[in-house]
């Protein structure tokens, strides 16, 4: 049994680590200090895992519109997202 | 006079509803050779020749045999894993227990499409390819969710005090589950098994895909059937009806649990 | 609805989780895995970043198949949710004749797909099919494998024969869940049939109608065996959707780059339609109760 089939390498390993550590660090953080929901400036009432979720999600459509829109370097849509995530995190 | 209307109405959507099955089911008292010369619209020398041949030629009876195989494991996969998950997303409220609900509802919504190279792949690796335990266990992916979501709903309409005066009573956990809670909801259980067995013997796309020739299912035979020229019409046709029979047989049981069992339990 | 708090609950969870995260996420990782790859065989493949990516969101015929996509599930909402309405209303609400109803709506959906599709071959081919040689009796030219139109028509007519058994099985619960005293005021009142149905029974009927338009939408979106088996996306591409497109990527043509690619942007929106639905699912959850 091997995971060659599985065509690793290591950006999407980063990748997925990335988000492992996330989901782990999330976890630990509402399991210590649990957080209600609040409502910011979003319309509905969410959870920090919640807002993770939504920031993870749009941040990937950032990515991909501006992969398809334009022929600029990603990491500028890259750092548009970071700076989402955290205003999303903190006020959303 | 109105009560008239609505049901005229209802029987002119019915004939519409029977009107493809019955021509199915006219196609497939007839032969080929007839259904290509005459055009009628009842087989005026109907024959049972496209049932025999599939009840006696091995090929095609045993994609039958495949469909009800994987099927069943898919459904005894699938409540074994659900019913507790379900009593915990009923009773408990947990860390991330929205999410996790959340996550399996996506599930449930996924394109098959988008697994099925990932799936040929892993299952190749652990040498279950062409096996009932390979279709059975890719169905688990939508089919787990749906279990948990309409077992869910019943176990919502049990009241939590009985669980309560179990407790008192000094049950244990697996002793009540199984001797109190389990009869309470037995309709529920029912009715997802019926749900799992549907969703999982309509599927075409990964069963045929992960089978090959000792585990594929009646569906795949029938489009093998299509794609060969010169097909026949009727063999087709009688092949159709009888993969409607199981379902036909036991929607009667399941009558007024349809919507719940199709709207994920929420209705 | 207080819950116990108890995080022991997930023990209780590991199995489900287990199975679907074996069937769910290993396989993801090995998509966005091939996603960045050029892979031309065993041992042998490339990194190419998001060159696949790049291709995908430019290509046309992508575009077409979500544009053809789009306009399929719109089609199929507009038709099957008032279609689906009107008969939940003409249904008997009680006795033998409304579980009589009740199993013959129910019938198409538990019929296989691929056999859904093979059922309404034999009913449209304009040589065998009732309703084909019916059309061409009446000298209007109808082929499903050569005209497009012809294509889109029977495609719509499957679906919505298809489905809305489901809309009239969530519409005919919602009715009946409507306490008959509403109707009685209403009579009392005078209301005309139409005041009754907007007032009081569209209003009531929110919640699973919701449920409705979401899942058929979804549903939808996700079609493969039936015009695979009816049209094989034909004629030309034009009834190729999203699903039947990938799968002639991935199966036919053995592309896994792109196919990896293209799958992971129709599971992102696949994703936030679901997202959507389960927001709306706890609106209306929480208004029905309050």
Redesign the interface.
């Known amino acids: 049994?091997?995971f060659?089939?599985?065509?690793?390498?290591m950006?999407?390993a980063i990748?997925?680590i990335t988000i492992a550590c996330l989901l782990i660090g999330m976890?630990i953080w509402?399991?210590l200090a649990p957080s209600g929901e609040r409502e910011g400036f979003l319309p509905?009432i969410t959870?920090p895992?919640?807002r993770l979720?939504?920031g993870l999600?749009s941040s990937?459509?950032i990515n991909?519109a501006w992969?398809?829109l334009t022929s600029l370097s990603?990491w500028f849509a890259f750092v548009i997202a970071v700076i989402w995530m955290i205003v999303l995190m903190r006020w959303g | 006079m109105k009560i008239q209307k609505r049901t005229i109405g209802l029987i002119i959507y019915f004939i519409l509803l029977m009107l493809p099955i019955y021509w199915m089911l006219n196609m497939s008292l007839r032969t080929n050779a007839d259904i290509l010369s005459t055009f009628t619209f009842y087989p005026q020398n109907p024959t049972l020749a496209n049932y025999i041949k599939i009840f006696t030629d091995p090929s095609w009876y045993s994609g039958y045999l495949n469909s009800f195989y994987y099927v069943s494991m898919n459904v005894v996969i699938s409540l074994v894993t659900a019913l507790p998950a379900a009593y915990a997303f009923s009773r408990y409220s947990f860390?991330?227990d929205?999410?996790l609900f959340f996550w399996l509802l996506t599930n449930r919504m996924a394109p098959p499409a988008v697994f099925l190279l990932p799936f040929f792949?892993?299952y190749?690796?652990?040498g279950l390819i062409d096996t009932h335990f390979a279709v059975a266990l890719s169905h688990c992916l939508f089919n787990v969710p749906l279990a948990v979501w309409v077992l869910e709903g019943f176990m919502s309409g049990v009241p939590r005090e009985i669980d309560e005066m179990a407790y008192i009573d000094g049950y244990s956990f697996p002793r009540f589950f199984l001797t109190i809670f389990t009869p309470l909801i037995r309709t529920g259980i029912g009715v997802t098994a019926f749900f799992c067995f549907m969703f999982s013997w309509v599927e075409l796309l990964l069963a045929r895909t992960l089978t090959t020739t000792e585990a594929k299912p009646i569906a795949a035979i029938m489009t093998r059937t299509v794609s060969a020229s010169g097909l026949d019409w009727g063999l087709l046709a009688a092949a159709g009806i009888l993969t409607i029979v199981p379902g036909a047989l036991v929607i009667w049981f399941v009558r007024n649990h349809l919507a719940k069992g199709f709207a994920l339990g929420r209705v | 609805m207080n819950k116990w708090q108890d995080?022991k609950a997930w023990f209780l969870v590991i199995p489900v989780f287990l199975v679907v995260a074996a069937s769910a996420i290993?396989p993801l990782?090995?998509v966005?895995?091939?996603s960045?790859?050029d892979?031309f065989g065993?041992?042998q493949?490339v990194?190419v970043g998001?060159e696949w990516?790049?291709e995908a969101?430019?290509n046309p015929r992508l575009h077409a198949a979500l544009n053809r996509q789009l306009l399929f599930s719109s089609l199929v909402l507009l038709i099957e949710i008032p279609l689906g309405i009107l008969i939940a209303l003409m249904m008997p609400k009680k006795g033998w004749g409304a579980s009589l109803s009740l199993v013959l709506v129910a019938l198409p959906l538990l019929i296989p797909w691929n056999v859904i599709g093979t059922i309404w071959t034999i009913f449209m081919r304009p040589d065998i099919g009732l309703l084909g040689a019916a059309i061409n009796g009446m000298g209007l030219p109808f082929d499903h494998t050569s005209s497009s139109l012809a294509a889109w028509v029977t495609v719509m007519l499957m679906e919505v024969w298809h489905w809305t058994p489901l809309v009239v099985l969530l519409a005919y619960a919602g009715l009946q869940a409507i306490p008959e005293a509403y109707f009685q005021a209403a009579r009392i009142d005078g209301a005309s049939a139409w005041a009754t149905f907007r007032y009081i029974q569209l209003p009531k009927l929110r919640g699973v109608l919701t449920i409705a338009v979401l899942l058929r939408f979804m549903d939808s979106f996700l079609i493969y065996a039936e015009p695979f088996v009816l049209t094989g996306g034909g004629p030309g591409n034009s009834t190729t959707f999203l699903s039947i497109y990938l799968v002639k990527l991935a199966v036919g043509q053995f592309d896994l780059g792109p196919a990896a690619a293209f799958s992971i942007?129709y599971f992102?929106i696949v994703?936030?339609f679901c997202?959507l639905f389960y927001?709306a699912l706890l609106k209306v959850g929480t208004g029905d109760k309050s």
């Open positions: 049994m091997s060659e089939w599985m065509a690793w390498t950006p999407t990748f997925f976890t509402q399991a509905i959870t895992g919640d979720f939504i999600l990937a459509y991909l992969l398809g990603l | 860390l991330g929205k999410h792949q892993l190749s690796t652990f | 995080n290993i990782m090995t966005v895995n091939y960045l790859q892979i065993p041992n493949r990194f998001l990516y790049k969101l430019t942007i992102l994703l936030l997202w927001q």
